[in-house]
């Protein structure tokens, strides 16, 4: 396995496209261990056909993926699944589940995977506990809402274990609560050392969730950076087809020191502004 | 005129024992635009398939109570439901975006002058006459969902039902289907939508009805995404929901604008 100064995912001016239409262009990135990203940019800016890149499902008509130590190219979608390197979920993953019951649907990739036995077990009971699914591991998939079996879907790549997680949109469908659980699942698995790669739209999900955001317009990198310093930029956000989130915009409007864009931070710098006690 | 009523409807999906609606009544009226919220399993998606007249009528099950719905006599004003999943609801038999869209007018008897007037219509509403000669199945996901609301636009729908028609809208997509349900309840239509975007909510909503267990737990104005109870229930707006973490006093403002005009100048 990859010595931990390999990223887990680089990028080299990578191009793609379907027929005429040009969905990535000169796009280089990389993406150290335990980091977690979020993937942004306008319906049709080229985040999917990334994910599909990453997952080797197509190859890149100019450039280079690296996942880990192995260029994509060399690679079928299944060996990179199964040597650990990645582990994906589709944006309707949730359509694709086809186990008798969740658990069975978990367990797939480990079983696929090789992994032994007792091991497997182990990964799976991981990650229903990750996600909180444990009471609904014998049921049906299709006897759960849409929103459970997105978990579903989101245990099964859990239950990998894969060095990368890349997950594409794993909020839309979900309420305030299940997203709370998915930013909780995945900061533990970043702490693991994971690096997380989550394309959304949800800014408030991503900046409970990641420390840096890519943003895509047009297949182009438009911006690399720190989230919360994106945040604080109206402006660019606007020019970048996003909009401000509601803590982003009540820190600045409530002029809150410090901008806190995460919503723990920002209730807190409430509470102390109220109390007419000056804050750290 | 529009109307949709349900008089205190219980439904059953088919071979299970608890409903999934428990004794509902509520009333949709011409040029309002309606929220409904609620946690994962509450039933807001079942109310409008029930609304929709697809439940019991298409998918099975047992219906107790009435549900009555009225409307002008043409054959566009009907009722029309957007599913939450665009991609289970594409034709299959259209080659490209502007034929999908034209699907549902074609079918309504309407002249091809009248069906293109409609279709290119709801294309440039949507924002995405520029696809129109693409095939909807080489769509992105977010592109598709837009494809799948200009086709129903495109019906001209007395009562429009959508099931979190945002989950895979980009921003500038949200803002311009939120402006269109204003849209169209201004041009007389009803709206019915399930969302679980409550931040949305006080921008388009005239009300809230918020559903729990199958049950209608609250209802009344948009204020409600501010209201003590859905922000325990984790259903109020994030502004509000911070307010209440900060500790700060009810009632919670529901969005920036109202937490500007509560806070004192410092
Ligand atoms: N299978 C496909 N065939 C042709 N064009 C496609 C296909 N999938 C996506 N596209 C196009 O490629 C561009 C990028 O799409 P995608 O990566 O899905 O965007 P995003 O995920 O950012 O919404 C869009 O213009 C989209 O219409
Ligand atoms: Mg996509």
């Known amino acids: ?280 | 005129m529009v109307r949709l009523t349900l008089d205190r409807v219980t439904f059953w999906y088919p071979a299970t024992k608890a409903p999934a609606l428990r004794d509902v009544s509520l009333d949709v009226a011409a040029g309002e635009v309606v929220a409904l919220v609620g946690t994962v399993g509450a039933g807001t998606s079942t109310l409008l398939l029930v609304a929709a007249d697809l439940a019991p009528r298409v998918i099975g099950g047992r219906l107790e109570g009435r549900v009555h719905f009225e409307a002008p006599e043409e054959a566009s004003g009907g009722r029309r439901i957007v599913l939450p999943t665009p991609w289970t609801q594409v034709s299959g038999m259209a080659f490209t975006v502007w034929d999908e869209v034209a699907f549902g007018p074609a079918n309504l008897g309407w002249s091809r002058e009248e069906i293109a007037r409609h279709v290119d219509r709801a294309l440039a509403k949507l924002g995405i006459a520029h696809l129109a000669s693409r095939e909807p199945a080489a769509l992105s996901g977010g592109e598709l969902q837009r494809v799948m609301i200009a086709g129903i636009l495109a019906m001209d729908p007395g009562l429009l039902l959508l099931d979190e028609p945002t989950a895979e809208l980009d921003p500038a997509g949200a803002r311009i289907l939120w402006q269109l349900v204003r849209e169209l309840a201004r041009g007389g239509a009803g709206v019915l939508v399930a969302t679980s975007d409550s931040d949305a909510i006080p921008e388009f909503a005239d009300r809230v009805i918020w559903l729990e267990l199958g049950r209608v737990a609250a209802a009344g104005a948009p204020a409600l995404v501010a209201d003590e109870a859905l922000c325990a229930a984790e259903l109020g707006t994030t502004v509000a929901d911070t307010w209440r973490m900060a500790g700060l006093a009810a009632p919670y403002p529901a969005t920036v604008a109202d937490a500007v005009r509560r806070w004192p100048a410092r």
């Not at chain 1, 969905?23 to 056909?49: F, I, Y």
């Not at chain 1, 239950?159 to 533990?188: I, K, Q």
């Open chain 1, 1 to 280: 396995m990859a010595g931990s100064l390999t990223p887990a995912l680089r990028l080299e001016t990578v191009s793609f496209s379907y027929g005429v239409v040009r969905a990535l262009v000169d796009v280089s990135l990389a993406l150290a261990p335990g980091e977690r990203v979020a993937l942004l940019g306008r319906n049709g800016a080229g985040k999917s056909t990334l994910m599909r890149l990453i997952t080797g499902l197509i190859q890149p008509a100019g450039g280079t993926v690296w996942v880990g130590d192995w260029d994509t190219r060399h690679r079928t979608p299944e060996a990179l699944a199964r040597s650990g390197r990645v582990g994906c979920v589709f944006q309707h993953a949730e359509q694709q589940l086809f186990g008798r019951t969740v658990r069975d649907d978990v367990s797939f990739g480990p079983r696929v995977a090789g992994v032994p036995a007792p091991e497997a077990t182990r990964r799976v009971e991981r990650a229903l506990r990750a996600l909180e699914l444990e009471r609904h591991a014998e049921e049906h998939p299709y006897d759960l809402p849409p929103a459970f079996r997105k978990l579903a879907a989101l245990a099964g790549a859990f239950a990998l274990e894969p060095a990368l997680l890349v997950l594409d949109e794993p909020t839309s469908g979900l309420d305030r609560a299940l997203r709370m659980r998915v930013t909780r699942a995945l900061l533990e698995r970043s702490v693991a050392g994971v690096t997380v790669l989550v394309i959304t739209h949800d800014l408030t999900f991503a900046a409970e969730t990641v420390e840096r955001a890519l943003v895509l317009d047009s297949g182009r990198l438009m911006l690399d950076g720190p989230l919360p310093a994106l945040l604080g930029d109206a402006a660019r956000l606007e020019s970048l087809g996003l909009a401000l989130p509601p803590v982003a915009a009540l820190s600045a409007a409530l002029g809150l020191p410090g901008r806190p864009t995460r919503q723990v931070d920002a209730a807190r710098a409430l509470a102390r502004v109220a109390a007419g006690r000056p804050v750290p």
